[in-house]
């Protein structure tokens, strides 16, 4: 799917390749309720794949498992963004990411997108910011996605 951006000059606004939110206000309908419900799926993904990983080690896992949880929710969204533009989650619930130009995230974005919402994630103050941003911004960027410039938006018909 490609955007057209409404104004002609592609400088005027630095997200020129999303939708605009006041003329395409349809791509970002409810997409702050669907990130949460995605991240709730996503979570339970991560722990079932951990849980395999413990079992698989013997249990030997379980004495890092939030390491474990770690790598492997880093790893799981990076891999999902890259391929798809979405995690199960964000599938489940019609959404995806897309970066400033329109386009689904390359590596390189999908691990800076990441390590963003990791360490959005690892304090308060930066992820109680980004909620507030979510909320309250016309793409409902959190923090993360306003410094790489990229938006959740609804999946319009493939």
């Given amino acids: 799917m490609t955007y057209q951006p409404h104004n002609s000059d592609p400088h005027s606004d630095a997200f020129w390749g999303l939708p605009d939110p006041h003329y395409q206000a349809e791509f970002y309908e409810d997409v702050t309720m669907k990130r949460a419900m995605a991240w709730l ?6 722990f079932a794949l951990t849980f395999l990983a413990v079992v698989f080690t013997v249990g030997i896992g379980l004495f890092f498992a939030a390491f474990l949880f770690m790598i492997i929710g880093f790893a799981y969204r990076v891999v ?6 979405a995690t199960i989650g964000m599938r ?3 959404i995806e990411l897309r970066t400033h130009r ?3 995230p390359e590596l390189g974005t999908a691990v800076l997108h990441t ?5 959005a994630f690892s304090m308060i103050f930066v992820q109680v910011a980004s909620i507030i941003l ?12 306003m410094v790489l410039g990229t938006a959740m938006v ?3 018909g493939r």
Avoid: C
């Fill in 41 to 46: 799926v996503d979570t339970a993904v991560i």
């Fill in 80 to 85: 999902t963004l890259t391929n798809s533009g």
């Fill in 92 to 94: 489940l619930v019609a």
């Fill in 102 to 104: 329109g386009t689904r």
């Fill in 115 to 119: 390590l963003g919402y990791s360490i």
């Fill in 134 to 145: 979510m909320l309250t911004t016309p793409r409902g960027q959190g923090l993360h996605d």
């Fill in 154 to 156: 609804n999946r319009m």
